[in-house]
T-cell receptor
Framework: KNEVEQSPQNLTAQEGEFITINCSYS?????LHWLQQHPGGGIVSLFM???GKKKHGRLIATINIQEKHSSLHITASHPRDSAVYIC???????????????FGEGTQLTVNP | KAGVTQTPRYLIKTRGQQVTLSCSPI?????VSWYQQTPGQGLQFLFE???????NKGNFPGRFSGRQFSNSRSEMNVSTLELGDSALYLC???????????????FGEGSRLTVL
């Protein structure tokens, strides 16, 4: 079982729909990132969460530390939201003071006009 | 403010060769991390550097190495290339380190390596 599980793997929506992407993880984390990747490879960090909820425009991210679960919501979806959305958890090494990211497999979102 | 710059953007090598990729972080960022992305394995963590020291390493063979310079620029090297090393190699920079690293990650556009 992967340490970070995302669902769904693929999601097709009509413009204007409310979208939810889920992420569950099984390791201890110091933070969780939601990332967006467009064709061509560039990755943009949408949110970094360690607790609660964050909102940026039409995007909302929540995290429940006790349940080890996070959700990314997109309200009033638009074709330009079409991209791969990736959940990544940051775990910390007390020995080295370093950290590492473990990634989910990503959710391919397609929003049709 | 310039973003994270990776060079080269595209390169083609043959099996057995070696390759060096470069990453210049955002000015003032001292932490640089490297990732490999392949269709089969997805995104995987390679290394994290801070203050010229490797702070964490992913599960990759010793053929994968890296370093960070005093100006925070980082390089990664892959020796004795194999076909399976074909991938998009991404670096990201951030302000801090480890548990103190509460800042956002900023990714470069990546270096796409093809091994023939």
């Amino acid at each position: 079982k992967n340490e970070v599980e995302q669902s769904p793997q693929n999601l097709t929506a009509q413009e204007g729909e409310f979208i939810t992407i889920n992420c569950s993880y099984s390791v201890g984390i110091s933070a969780l990132h939601w990332l967006q990747q467009h064709p061509g490879g560039g990755i943009v960090s949408l949110f970094m969460l360690s607790s609660g909820k964050k909102k940026h425009g039409r995007l909302i991210a929540t995290i429940n530390i006790q349940e080890k679960h996070s959700s990314l919501h997109i309200t009033a979806s638009h074709p330009r939201d079409s991209a791969v959305y990736i959940c990544a958890v940051r775990s910390h090494s007390w020995e080295t003071s370093g950290s590492r990211l473990t990634f989910g497999e990503g959710t391919q979102l397609t929003v049709n006009p | 403010k310039a973003g994270v710059t990776q060079t080269p953007r595209y390169l083609i090598k043959t099996r057995g060769q070696q390759v060096t990729l470069s990453c210049s972080p955002i000015s003032g960022h001292r932490s640089v991390s490297w990732y490999q992305q392949t269709p089969g394995q997805g995104l995987q963590f390679l290394f994290e550097y801070f203050s010229e020291t490797q702070r964490n390493k992913g599960n990759f063979p010793g053929r994968f190495s890296g370093r960070q310079f005093s100006n925070s620029r980082s390089e990664m090297n892959v020796s004795t290339l194999e076909l399976g090393d074909s991938a998009l190699y991404l670096c990201a920079s951030s302000l801090g380190l480890g548990a103190a690293n509460t800042g956002e990650l900023f990714f470069g556009e990546g270096s796409r390596l093809t091994v023939l």
